[in-house]
């Protein structure tokens, strides 16, 4: 079955999220032993820049890898 596009964004969001949730929780747990120190403001607009590429890169990814399915068929 063919995944749409509008799927596509669906599940790239969604993993997006479930990263951007756990990058904050490692940033807070492992800069402290880097001696780097972030306010939390700082921590979400890490991972927002990070948040911005991963979805891109999901999306693409999966379109990409859609139309290998389809052309195979």
Do not use: D, W
Not at 11 to 31: D, K, W
Not at 54 to 73: K, N, P, Q
């Amino acid at each position: 079955m063919r995944q749409s596009r509008t799927m596509s964004l669906i599940e790239a969001t969604a993993n997006v999220v479930v990263g951007y949730v756990l990058a904050i929780a490692t940033q807070l747990a492992v800069f402290p032993l880097y001696g780097i120190e972030a306010a939390l403001g700082e921590h979400l607009a890490i991972g927002g820049a990070f948040v911005m590429v991963s979805l891109a890169r999901g999306y693409v990814l999966r379109r990409l890898f859609e139309a290998m399915r389809v052309r195979s068929s």
